[in-house]
């Protein structure tokens, strides 16, 4: 069965520091993809990143980057630099890469508040 | 508009009545999904369209719900005699192609609140 762990349930850290958000997914598949998705307080999901999982490399946009380790099946999101406007939910999230595939599986989700 | 609207952002029903929520997804989107996300939750899964079909309703928690895409463009989702467990954000998503290969958009969801 598939399944996301985000075990930071909430994280509030001061403007300007550095934040990681973990995420822990188990999937029998050995093909899939990875996803990051912010919800701020207006409460739209919005795409972040998609990885596919045999692209293990590091990914950084900007003030975010995304650690994939497959060895230890996590993906983490770092936002350096962090701003008022990061405060959001963010959900880690794991879809079978299959042109058939229906369902994106979600974590619990991260809030994080950023403090000016 | 350019991206996924669902209506109404919000309802108020009462225990045991029916309602439908509206999704209409980005234009020529042939992938839509509904998903449920209770209150400090991640979304999950309910139903998945493929054009006009259900490709994958394992989601649907139980026969009161169910939901249509007749014309292959908008869904409606339906609930009948609705619970109070029922309460949730109700978000509606779509994508060019299933989300195994691509990026899914999420309209805003509809407050569905049970009293």
Known sequence: AQKVTQAQTEISVVEKEDVTLDCVYETRDTTYYLFWYKQPPSGELVFLIRRNSFDEQNEISGRYSWNFQKSTSSFNFTITASQVVDSAVYFCALSEADSSASKIIFGSGTRLSIRP | GAGVSQTPSNKVTEKGKY?????????GHTALYWYRQSLGQGPEFLIYF?????????GLPNDRFFAVRPEGSVSTLKI????????????????????????????????????
């Open chain 2, 50 to 58: 493929q054009g006009t079909g259900a490709a994958d309703d394992s």
């Open chain 2, 80 to 115: 009948q005699r609705t619970e109070r467990g029922d309460s949730a954000v109700y978000l509606c998503a779509s994508s060019l192609t299933p989300t195994g290969t691509t990026e899914a958009f999420f309209g805003q969801g509809t407050r569905l609140t049970v009293v």
């Open chain 2, 19 to 27: 309602v439908e929520l509206r999704c209409d997804p980005i234009s």
